[in-house]
């Protein structure tokens, strides 16, 4: 008799399991039903490599070509790299993992993503949305410069040409004078008098505001524009630095 019991004990639990974990799975499966589910918004990338670009033009920037390279030369050489990979491995690594299996499984934006995850998260994807927005803002400033400098270099004599005055220079800090002082002066406009109030130089601010409205038209064509749109502002820019690469090492004196 305490045998079978025992047995129907058992039997009760395991089957009580069962049904826990069939409860759960409907659970997971009505909570991944509703995170997928289309409200009208298409937001899928057109292809893989869409994707992969995208994550690539947000990761890699002028941080990556000039500001880290600075600064490991400057604390240390290698042993920069000790934090860095430090950080990477337990930091980088983890939480985009953490957003892409979260944007994947919501298919939204981070706002949206995170407020679906739990409405209390959804702080999180507004802050990387003004982190985002705080980004842009300087880069566009660093856009304006480049456009300025893009018009400039199609005049028939380039405004910081210093072939017909390297004769004249005695070291580089003086061959460097000329482009350096037209980029201040010309292109930044940088006022002598630092107490007065400086006025945006135009070319600037027209290139700034036209890159601007890149943004904001790339933004309003939607998902699958911005798909396409990767292949040219991600592709462009490495293309463009291999190129000024090849030509830089096979300048004279170069080596």
């Known amino acids: 008799m305490a045998v079978d019991m025992e047995k129907a004990d058992v039997d009760v639990d395991a089957t009580s399991s069962i049904n826990d974990e069939k409860d759960a799975l409907e659970e997971e499966t009505r909570f991944l039903e509703e995170a997928g589910k289309d409200d009208g918004h298409d937001i899928q990338w057109n292809s893989r490599w869409s994707f992969i670009l995208a994550s690539i033009g947000s990761a890699i920037g002028l941080g990556n070509f000039w500001r880290f390279p600075a600064q490991a030369f400057a604390y240390g050489g290698g042993t920069f790299f000790i934090p860095y990979y430090i950080a990477l491995f337990f930091v980088g690594i983890p939480l985009m993992q953490l957003e892409m299996a979260v944007g994947q499984v919501f298919r939204r934006a981070a706002t949206q993503a995170f407020g679906r995850l739990n409405e209390r998260m ?8 003004i982190i985002a927005y705080g980004i842009v803002t300087y880069y566009m400033a660093i856009l304006g410069w480049g456009n300025v400098m893009l018009v400039k270099s199609f005049y028939k004599e380039l405004p910081w040409d ?52 890149v943004v904001w038209l790339i933004l309003v064509k939607g998902q699958n524009f911005i798909s396409k749109a990767v292949w040219v502002t991600v592709l462009l820019p490495v293309v463009m630095l291999v190129i000024l690469v090849v030509v830089g090492i096979t300048l004279p004196g170069a080596g």
């Open 122 to 129: 959804r702080g999180i994807g507004i802050a990387s949305g």
């Open 162 to 213: 210093i072939h017909n005055l390297v004769g004249g220079f005695n070291n580089s800090d003086e061959l460097l004078a000329k482009p350096a002082g037209h980029f201040v002066n010309q292109v930044l406009m940088d006022p002598e008098n630092k107490d007065e109030p400086e006025v945006a130089s135009a070319g600037v601010l027209f290139g700034s505001v036209f890159m601007w409205f």
